[in-house]
């Protein structure tokens, strides 16, 4: 088991920033792939971004591409996902999910199976 928890989230202005960060309880740099989801008020839960095990291959929604980094510190069982230039559309429960088996593209398809709580991003305009 692997428990997820996220932070970071809040109110921002439209073009802002915000820092999202995702800790997990157990060591997850040797075979987790990582990454994010969102969900806002009304749609389906879509992929935002991921990284894999290494760190060395990262994937992302075209809708985030060029404003969203994500990185992840594997000493200390984290990963993060930096947030630029915030659209009202960004507005949306933000989730951490960690994928055993280690690929962005097994982790973009969403089966999880493990799951942070969310937190949520408002972008005002």
């Known amino acids: 088991q692997v428990q997820l928890v996220e932070s970071g989230g809040g109110l921002v202005q439209v073009g802002g920033s915000l820092r999202l960060s995702c800790a997990a309880s157990?060591?997850?740099?040797?075979?987790?792939?990582m990454g994010w989801f969102r969900q806002a008020p009304g749609k389906e839960r879509e992929f935002v971004a991921a990284i894999s095990r290494s760190g060395g291959n990262t994937l992302y929604a075209d809708s985030v591409k060029g404003r969203f980094t994500i990185s992840r510190e594997n000493a200390e069982n984290t990963v993060d996902l930096q947030m630029n230039s915030l659209k009202p559309e960004d507005t949306a429960v933000y989730s951490c999910?960690?994928?055993?088996?280690?690929?962005?593209?097994?982790?973009?398809?969403?089966?999880?199976?493990?799951w942070g709580q969310g937190t949520q991003v408002t972008v005002s305009s």
């Open positions: 157990r060591r997850t740099s040797i075979t987790y792939a």
């Open positions: 999910v960690a994928d055993p088996s280690g690929t962005t593209g097994s982790l973009r398809a969403g089966y999880g199976p493990y």
